[in-house]
């Protein structure tokens, strides 16, 4: 099982990015983002269900956008309206027959 994260980078405040998730190897559904700033506990950003379905955090509602490509084995994160309390480290997260796996992280940062 491998989950490749990209798209991080630096943005100024009210900019936006995108994250790509790309999955392979034994695996059921990417099921979304998380993400760990500094000090602070993970915390979840966003999820799909494997019908679709989403959820997102209060922080995020209405800024970010979450979307799946079945046919590429990959998940998107759309961020916009930034806010440089969402600099942190996200994590793509996948459900496996060995339960949940996540990637290795690409990191945002977002200055004032």
């Known amino acids: 099982v491998q989950l490749q994260a990209s798209g991080g980078g630096l943005v100024q405040a009210g900019g936006s990015l995108r994250l790509s998730c790309v999955g392979s190897g034994d695996i059921f559904f990417i099921r979304g983002w998380e993400r760990q700033a500094p000090g602070k506990q993970r915390e979840l950003v966003a999820n799909?269900?494997?019908?679709?379905?989403?959820n997102y955090a209060d922080s995020v509602k209405g800024r970010f956008t979450l979307a799946r490509d079945n046919a590429k084995n990959t998940v998107y994160l759309q961020m916009n309206s930034l806010k440089p309390e969402d600099t942190a480290v996200y994590y793509c997260?996948?459900?496996?027959?060995?339960?949940?796996?996540w990637g290795q992280g690409t990191q945002v940062t977002v200055s004032s």
């Open positions: 997260a996948a459900v496996t027959t060995r339960g949940d796996v």
């Open positions: 799909i269900g494997n019908d679709g379905s989403t």
